[in-house]
């Protein structure tokens, strides 16, 4: 199983918008709505950021939204602040009945 | 407090063996399926396998299909990773999660292991 496909970087100023991208095929991201996303700052263990392409579980910010179409999956994070300064993954469920990763994603908050 | 913390990391040879376990607290365990992902130095998160709420269906990352397997205690609330013939390539910070909501929504702080001569 491949790794999705991420941007290695993307970068925003401080109350800007930013769009991270997630590309499968129809054998994951484009086969089933089982799309997730994790914030994971340096040395700590990620964090569940979004479910099933665009809910946000309890406690995570509605700065933060995802959504899909067609093999693409996309976060969006809008009005950026420093604290989400970042490494991003996407995930989806696969055809195989495993997940799989993106290669995920550095934000710079400038 | 939803709790997952993982032990059994070290240092082992190629071709070596290491147990990995995760102490799950907080949560009724037998409930919910878990999932192991590790993520070697400076690289990414990798799904490595999963197992179902009483232990009868597993699932494995092709690469490591055949060397690792995954239990669970229920009894004991407690998820295992059996480490078999470790390459270099196995060296990653292993993490243990919850399935959850479609992800994963709880994880450990992770166990370190390295596989050298």
């Known amino acids: 199983q491949s790794a999705l496909t991420q941007p290695a970087s993307v970068s925003g100023s401080p109350g800007q918008s930013i769009t991270i991208s997630c590309t499968g095929t129809s054998s994951d991201v484009g086969g089933y709505n089982y799309v997730s996303w994790y914030q994971q700052h340096p040395g700590k263990a990620p964090k569940f950021m979004i479910y099933d392409v665009s809910n946000r579980p309890s406690g995570v910010s509605n700065r933060f939204s995802g959504s899909k179409s067609g093999n693409t999956a996309s976060l969006t994070i809008s009005g950026l602040q420093a604290e989400d300064e970042a490494d991003y993954y996407c995930?989806?469920?696969?055809?195989?009945?495993?997940?799989?990763f993106g290669g995920g994603t550095k934000l710079t908050v400038l | 407090e939803v709790q997952l913390v993982e032990s059994g990391g070290g240092l082992v040879q190629p071709g070596g063996s290491l147990r990995l376990s995760c102490a799950a607290s907080g949560f009724t365990f037998s409930s919910y399926w878990m999932e192991w992902v590790r993520q070697a130095p400076g690289k990414g998160l990798v799904w490595v396998s999963r197992i179902n709420t009483d232990g009868s269906t597993t699932r494995y990352a092709d690469s490591v299909k055949g060397r690792f397997t995954i239990s669970r205690d229920n009894a004991k609330n407690t998820l295992c990773l059996q480490m078999n013939s470790l390459r270099a390539e196995d060296t990653a910070v292993y993490y243990c999660?919850?399935?959850?909501?479609?992800?994963?929504?709880?994880w450990g702080q992770g166990t370190t292991v390295t596989v050298s001569s």
């Open positions: 995930s989806s469920y696969t055809s195989s009945y495993t997940w799989v």
């Open positions: 999660a919850r399935k959850n909501f479609n992800g994963m929504d709880v």
